[in-house]
């Protein structure tokens, strides 16, 4: 069975970085398109970050020229890179993950970013 497990959310301070990573426990799948979404408290699930198997990208522009979304060092890993974090940035983030070939689709369970003021 596919897990997805999201890992690196933390609190942190305005301004500073954070890493967020992706990868699979349990079997192991083929990472295809990959996607990072966040929940804020009382809002819904918005898309944050996108990464295509042809390496396009899509950005929200609530989060453009600050984050990096990106296959990890690891093979079939993600990982989301955000700087100078601001405190609307607070939320659950989730790892989306289509598998190549078959594109069964896969999310993790969310790892939670807290930025204060």
């Known amino acids: 069975q596919v897990h997805l497990v999201e890992s690196g959310g933390g609190l942190v301070q305005a301004g500073d970085s954070l890493r967020l990573s992706c990868a699979t426990s349990?079997?192991?799948?083929?990472?295809?398109?990959i996607a990072w979404y966040r929940q804020a408290p009382g809002k819904e699930r918005e898309l944050v970050a996108a990464?295509?198997?042809?390496?396009?990208?899509y950005y929200s522009p609530s989060v453009k020229g600050r984050v990096t979304v990106s296959r990890g060092d690891v093979k079939n890993t993600a990982a989301l890179q955000m700087n100078d974090l601001k405190p609307e940035d607070t939320a659950v983030y989730y790892c989306?993950?289509?598998?190549?070939?078959?594109?069964?689709?896969?999310w993790g369970k969310g790892t939670k970013v807290t930025v204060a003021s």
């Open positions: 989306n993950v289509e598998e190549c070939g078959s594109g069964e689709d896969y």
């Open positions: 349990g079997d192991t799948i083929c990472f295809s398109n």
């Open positions: 990464l295509a198997s042809n390496n396009y990208t």
